[in-house]
């Protein structure tokens, strides 16, 4: 208790300019996450594009977000962490109005990749510019800010996206993420000082970004693709081939760069390889879900709910992951890591099991128990995984255990939508040439696609072995964060050191 009086005694506050700036980015950048597969629909009709082409404005933003979220960090801490800061800023302004001025599907899908490089950009430097700024108890409260201003964008995506869609059109999200993005600049700029690491080296992975790519988009493609061109087709297996290939120059790749992306070294961490695991799946499972909700709750066979509607029916699964959230670091605290991973994908299984039993006959009430089950229990896995994947390496080794953590968050949800929307597209399209009615045929849809998301999930317990006897340690600042803001998919999980 006296060490916790000399913390709060020594403490530095984060200035308001730099609160301001990396607190109002994060929760426009998460709102925005959150909100684009509640006007897939919207979009689809006033561009004439098909759902399936326009999933990839979705997982191409994640790929993006996979690739640039380590190497962002790292740029800003050799070129200054303001200066990058600024240019995601400024990125994010620009994709906005690339895709509220797009006229086609190719516009928006480009300018959501621009997205995933500035939302990955400003949420990594960002949290960096608030530890920098701040120490000890101030630390805490700013790290703190953050992450709830994380949570409450990615809760309040939905509902403002389907807000918008009828009030001013689905490109009125974007407008209005550019203007709150194009506000952060000046006050960034004249506001939040600039830091750098001296002590890093100045070489950056470029290498290691690319072959993630080139690992991730011919994978994602073959998953998106591969039920119309059929799973032994040339075009999957070349695709699955140039993934084992990238995935090989990769590693070769990181054995020998200066700075790695991946720190290979780290793998041999069996409780962090099986957090990042379990976050990866977290991740992967709950965007995989709002994407296949959104479409099943608006389609006029099903519910043909609003996009208003549609996102104020995912409030129950937003509310879970909130309010559990003050109960997940004491029981990880009691049961150990591995137990409340464990506990919490054995919760979420349960969930997605339930609505793999979704007929056209149900209605909107019995799909808010299996949600608010499922959202919790997602929650009290990622809380305990993501404390476990910075407190089971050395200090020194935080940062890039925190890197790991991160690009899983991004390449999970990646792959778990391009698989769920395979799956409930090709079910639809079967059940229909079957004879099945639109209705049978969506929920047969919904259906295959929660037990692919309850088989991720059972998976997750057995990954939860992977943790071994590792015990949550009473949690820090960051590790608070990242609890609170789990329903934002893609937060960091420890402070950047400071300079």
């Known amino acids: 208790m006296a060490e916790l009086d000399s913390t709060k005694a020594s403490g530095r506050y984060a200035g308001r300019g730099v609160l301001v700036a990396a607190c109002v980015s994060a929760l426009v950048v998460n709102a925005n996450t959150s909100a684009v597969t509640i006007l897939l629909p919207a979009i689809s009709d006033d561009l004439g594009a098909p759902l399936s082409q326009l999933q990839w404005a979705v997982t191409g933003y994640m790929l993006v977000g996979a690739a640039t979220i380590v190497t962002s960090g790292a740029l800003g801490d050799i070129f200054g962490r303001r200066r990058v800061f600024l240019g995601g800023l400024a990125l994010f302004v620009v994709s906005s109005a690339l895709i509220a001025l797009s006229t086609g599907s190719a516009g928006v899908i480009a300018g959501r990749m621009l997205q995933g490089a500035a939302g990955s950009t400003i949420l990594a430097c960002g949290m960096s510019l608030l530890s ?12 703190t800010l953050w992450g709830a201003a994380s949570a409450a964008g990615g809760a309040a995506g939905p509902l403002v996206g389907g807000l918008l869609v009828g009030a001013t059109g689905w490109q009125g999200l974007f407008w209005i993420d550019a203007a709150i993005a194009a506000a952060c ?71 020998r760069v200066a700075a790695p992306l991946v720190d ?15 976050i990866l799946i977290v991740a992967g499972t709950i965007n995989a879900l709002m994407y296949v909700l959104s479409l099943y709750f608006q389609d006029p066979a099903a519910f043909g709910m609003s996009p208003l509607e549609a996102g104020l029916a995912t409030l129950p699964a937003a509310a879970a992951m909130i309010l559990i959230t003050p109960l997940i670091t004491p029981l990880a605290q009691k049961l150990g890591s591995r137990v409340a991973v464990g506990l919490g994908f054995t919760v979420a299984t349960v969930g997605f099991a339930a609505l793999a039993f979704a007929q056209s006959a149900w209605s909107y009430a019995l799909f808010v128990v299996p949600l608010i089950v499922i959202a919790a229990g997602l929650g009290l896995a990622n809380g305990p995984a993501s404390s476990a994947s910075t407190s089971a390496v050395a200090p020194a080794e935080v940062g890039q255990a925190s890197g790991i953590s991160n690009m899983a968050r991004y390449i999970g949800g990646s792959l ?54 590792h015990r949550t340690h009473r949690s820090a600042a960051a590790e608070r964060a990242t609890a609170s803001a789990a329903f934002a998919h893609t937060i960091p999980s420890a402070a950047a050191d400071a300079d």
């Open 185 to 255: 600049i000046p006050v960034a700029a004249l506001t939040v000082r600039e830091s750098r690491d001296p002590n890093r080296p100045h070489s950056i992975d470029l290498a290691g970004t690319v072959l993630i790519a080139v690992v991730l988009v011919p994978l994602v493609l073959a998953l998106s693709e591969g039920g119309g061109w059929g799973w032994t087709s040339p075009a999957t297996l070349t695709c699955f081939a140039v993934a084992v290939l990238g995935a090989a120059g990769f590693v070769a790749t990181e054995r």
């Open 132 to 143: 920098v700024d701040s120490a000890g108890a101030g630390q805490m409260r700013a790290i």
């Open 264 to 278: 290979l070294a780290l793998l041999h961490n069996r409780i962090l390889v099986g957090a990042t695991l379990a």
């Open 416 to 469: 778990a939508v391009a698989a769920a929307a395979t799956v409930y597209s090709a079910t639809i399209d079967t059940q229909q040439k079957a004879g099945a009615d639109a209705a049978d045929a969506l929920a047969a849809g919904l259906s295959r696609s929660m037990i692919v998301m309850a088989v991720l999930a059972a998976a997750g317990v057995a990954l939860a072995l992977l943790m071994a006897h």
